[in-house]
């Protein structure tokens, strides 16, 4: 079974231009997380959907960033314009429906801003 | 909003000595997880903790959940290389939510 993938595993931007990361849940899995680690910092929640559509956004730290998971399957994550303090690792993870809690998480896209 | 603390932030051990990471939560949770990351990687699913006053083990790592369900350890005895990375406690609360710790990171000295 594929894990989660993330696309890209870097990107280097300047303050002020776009980006989008992208996140391949594991097939089958109807929820999907986006997460944010700023160097040394906690893990941060962003966002939750369940299929397509959003459960909790409530982590999104403005209205600079943007998430779509069109068709339920894979997720983007834009954002537009950058600020230097969106560098850091996004993560994305996914989960089955039911009783289990466990998210298994993808490798994670380093954004860094210029 | 719910608030998980973790502490210490960095633990540097000494090749076959014990060391535990502790995590409290501002609010009760519906259970606790603990990740495991790499450096470089990604957080791994370790175990997740359910009912008050749980303990889990898996070989050296033992996992403890509090009677009010509000924190959380994870011990590791006789610490190896291998066990080098990052250890992230991240509790529940109503929802399936999952706030994280700072995380632990952990070095060894051989």
């Given amino acids: ?114 | 909003g719910q608030q998980v603390m973790q502490i210490p932030q960095y633990q540097h051990v000494q090749e076959g000595e014990d060391f535990t990471t502790y995590c409290n939560s501002s609010t009760t949770l519906s259970n606790i997880q603990w990740y495991k990351q790499r450096p470089g990687g990604h957080p791994v699913f370790l175990i997740q903790l359910v009912k008050s006053g749980e303990v889990k083990k898996q070989k050296r790592l033992t996992f403890q959940f509090g009677e009010a369900k509000k924190n959380s350890s994870l011990h590791i005895t006789a610490t190896q290389t291998t066990d080098v990375g990052t250890y992230f406690c991240a509790g529940r609360g109503n929802d399936y939510k999952l706030s994280f710790g700072a995380g632990t990171t952990v070095t060894v000295r051989a």
């Avoid at chain 1, 980006?19 to 997460?35: A, E, F, K, M, Q």
């Avoid at chain 1, 962003?46 to 299929?51: A, M, P, T």
């Avoid at chain 1, 994305?92 to 809690?101: I, K």
Wanted: aromatic share 10%; charged share 25%; net charge neutral.
């Fill in chain 1, 1 to 114: 079974e594929a894990g989660v993938t993330q696309f890209p595993s870097h990107s280097v931007i300047e303050k002020g231009q776009t980006v989008t990361l992208r996140c391949d849940p594991i097939s089958g899995h109807d929820n999907l997380y986006w997460y944010r680690r700023v160097m040394g910092k906690e893990i941060k929640f962003l966002l939750h959907f369940v299929k397509e559509s959003k459960q909790d956004e409530s982590g999104m730290p403005n209205n600079r960033f943007l998430a779509e998971r069109t068709g339920g399957t894979y997720s983007t994550l834009k954002v537009q314009p950058a600020e230097l303090e969106d560098s850091g690792v996004y993560f994305c993870a996914s989960r089955t429906s039911g009783s289990t809690d466990t998210q298994y998480f993808g490798p994670g896209t380093r954004l860094t801003v210029l």
